[in-house]
C-alpha cells in the first residue's frame, strides 16, 4: 500500500537515513538533481537536515511516499520565495528509489504538492527539469505548463560532463488560472 505524508521535522528527522537512502540512489543512478557523483552518505544527510532545519522554520514543506510503511519518495515546497512573491512555490527534489518506480509514486507526489500548496496559501507552483526525462512527462502529464530551456544549465547523469544536447526545462502550474482548484486570483 501507498501512503504519501507530510512530514513534521521530528518525522524528518526519524526518517532522515532513509530520505538519504533515497537521494544516494537516484544520483548513483545518474538523476540530475544538483549533486555530483560520488556522492558520499555524508552529504545526502546534511542535505536533508538542511532542508528539515527548513521544515522547523516554515521555508519548507517535506513529503514522503511510504510503500508498506518504508520511505520510498519525497518531495519539497521551498516556501522561501521573495517578500513580492507570496503566491509562488518551487518545488524540488522529486526522488523515487528506482525499485520503486513506475507505479505512480511520483505522480501521487506531485498530487499532495498541490493539495499542500494549496494549503499554504501558494497559488504558482514553479520547477525545473531534465528536458525529455521521465520526470518531464510526468509534469506534462500532470497539467504543467513548460516555460523553455535554457540551455545546459546543469551537469546531468550525476555530474558527467553534459552533451551539446542537454537541456534543462522550466514548467509552472498556475493554481489561480480558473478550472485549476487553487483559490486566487491575488
Ligand atoms: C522522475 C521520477 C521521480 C518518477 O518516479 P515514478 O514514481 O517512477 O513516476 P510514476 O510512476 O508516476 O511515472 C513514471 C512512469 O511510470 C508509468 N506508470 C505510472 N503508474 C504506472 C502503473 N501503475 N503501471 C505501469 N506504469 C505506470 C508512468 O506512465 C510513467 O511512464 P513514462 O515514463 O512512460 O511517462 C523517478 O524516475 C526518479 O526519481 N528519477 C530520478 C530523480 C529525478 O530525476 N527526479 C526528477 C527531478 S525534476
Known amino acids: 500500500m501507498i501512503e504519501i ?7 524528518g528527522r526519524r526518517h532522515l537515513a532513509d530520505l538519504a537512502t533515497v537521494l544516494l540512489d537516484c544520483v548513483e543512478g545518474g538523476a540530475s538533481v544538483s549533486f555530483m557523483a560520488p556522492f558520499p552518505r555524508a552529504a545526502a544527510e546534511a542535505f536533508f537536515d538542511n532542508a528539515i532545519q527548513g521544515v522547523e522554520q516554515g521555508d519548507r514543506i517535506l513529503l514522503a511516499a511510504f ?3 518504508q520511505l520510498v519518495g519525497t518531495v519539497q515546497i521551498v516556501l522561501a520565495t521573495p517578500p513580492n512573491q507570496p503566491h ?23 498530487e499532495k504538492v498541490e493539495e ?14 531534465v528536458t525529455g526525462s521521465t520526470a518531464e512527462r510526468l509534469y506534462a502529464r500532470l497539467g504543467w505548463t513548460p516555460v523553455g530551456s535554457p540551455t545546459t544549465l546543469c551537469s546531468p547523469m550525476g555530474g558527467r560532463a553534459p552533451p551539446p544536447s ?8 498556475d493554481g489561480a488560472r480558473a478550472g485549476t482548484g487553487f483559490p486566487g486570483p491575488w
Open 116 to 129: 499542500a500548496s494549496r494549503e499554504a496559501g501558494r497559488t504558482l507552483l514553479v520547477l525545473d527539469t
Open 88 to 110: 509562488r512555490a518551487d518545488v524540488a527534489k522529486l526522488l523515487v528509489m528506482s525499485s520503486a518506480r513506475g507505479q505512480g509514486i511520483a505522480a501521487r507526489l506531485m
Open 5 to 11: 505524508r507530510q512530514l513534521s521535522a521530528t518525522e
Open 166 to 173: 542537454s537541456l534543462s526545462s522550466f514548467s509552472f502550474k
Open 67 to 69: 510503500a508498506d510503511s
